[in-house]
């Protein structure tokens, strides 16, 4: 079934431990694609580019069933630029630079054929354009995902519980859970961010996994433990961009269905984090990504 | 089957963002025998302790299966004492006071009936001490376990390796694990620790649940997302108390038994930080410890 997926296509330039990576592929649309893709061959783009972004990338794009047909290229711009550092233990990154250029001032128009989308996953934008794609649909959507970040939830407050009263899920990491409802117990805060409006509440704890909570029941998707990790950028744009490619290949929004979901999720983020950029997300073959799978069954079931 | 532990027997005193307890009941031999009461009735206590604990305490004990032969009552001393200050995260502590008192000259003689013990439990003590319990059997056991901590990895870092290779299954938490490796990632940690004679190991992430180790294979067993911590003092021990119960009731301590255990384990360990001291887990019918571990199955189980 289709899927939109609305974000930013970017260039990233990052420092790690483990060596640095300049003007690399990156944004949040462009990975959840490549994740979503492994599921479905019905995802719509919504993001916006200059006129720097090499089109052999959009051509790989287009080749895993991606529509460009929502990126709007800008031809006297340049796409969105972000630089950061990740430090030693690489769960804290710093901003060196951000260079929105076109994304100053994107406000993106839907096409038509993609106002009946059934599945809508809001990658990290501004929550004003988060709420501006959900009005330009013309059908109630299956399921609505939100991702977020502290900027917005620093800057923007109001607009984003706005945005997010409009969503069925929002997914957001455990710090940002804790700095939006201002509780430190992780349970205490999903029960207040779940009443802003939620079907579903997701919270991410980067190498310790996710929670999925629903009103009456919680589950815990495990984090594969990975020898090394060499970028991180990516992880949660790849896990909500697996989790929504399952949904939608499913068609199915019940919670049973969402804990499959977030185990096809968490797989998409442990490959990500392998390489730098996109590299490994964007090239594993099918089998690559069910044993993968197979891994954190492997890790996490046990009979009584 | 006979379960022997050593360990300590104590005061703590305790500040927490929930508050202060002063001169409560601690120590690791104590919480570990409280949580491996639920599983058998043959447990073999190796501590000492001064004038000053409470026989009421000790009764306690005994009604649980616990035998008091290997305590050691000093009469002129006094028990060990702890007081620490856990920070607002509740996931680190500072220490305050440290009174061995008793604790000084502790120099174990094992009963004779505790000699042939199967299953043994080496609690949070100085290596020298767990050596010498070991060297006290006077058959192989089926299954030792060693716990210790950053202390004894700083300061009897040589004699801590001997014990480690008497032991079967080394039991540490994220910190130490790579504190004692050298590395980083837990991955790689695990795998030069294993390399110290091990058959498992057990790393210990807290409130992010645990890992357990064999020579091919990893399992991940989540911790209960909880309201409220109010006291993590104890946890470490009830969890790998729990761990070793379930492993002489059921007397299998292979790599799919283990994954139940820790399961048994966490499900020990989620119980006592609920209240300050021992209060919880002493006192807790079989089928409240059942039911969670219910919500164990419920939080991590999934079918794909």
Known sequence: MSLLIAGTIAFDSLETPHGNADRVIGGSCQYSSYAASYFTDDIRM????????????????????????????????????????????????????????????????????????????????TPDIQISVVNQ?????????????????????????????LCDVLTINDEEARMLSGEHSLVKAAGKIFNLGLKY???????????????????FAPALPLAEVKDPTGAGDCFAGGLMGYIAKTGD????????????????????VEEFSNHKIKSLSQSEFDERVEEFVKLSQFSL
């Open 46 to 125: 919504v993001s916006i580019i200059g006129n720097d972004f090499p089109q052999e990338e959009l051509n790989d794009l287009t080749s895993k069933g991606a529509s460009l047909d929502g990126v709007k290229v800008v031809e006297e711009g340049k796409s969105f630029f972000w630089a950061g550092k990740y430090l030693d233990n690489m769960n804290e990154r710093v901003t060196i630079t951000t260079d929105l250029n076109v994304l100053a001032d994107f406000d993106p128009v839907l096409p038509d054929h993609y106002r009946e989308s059934e599945y809508i996953l809001l990658g990290n934008l």
């Open 137 to 165: 649909l013309e059908k109630k959507p299956k399921l609505v995902v939100l991702d977020t970040m502290n900027f917005w939830i620093d800057s923007a407050h109001d607009k984003l519980l706005e945005a997010i009263k």
């Open 201 to 219: 509440l997701i919270i991410k704890k980067g190498e310790h996994g996710c929670l999925l909570f629903d009103k009456n029941n919680v589950f």
């Open 253 to 272: 929004a019940s919670f049973e269905n969402l804990k499959r979901a977030l185990i096809y999720g968490s797989a998409a983020a442990s490959f990500v």
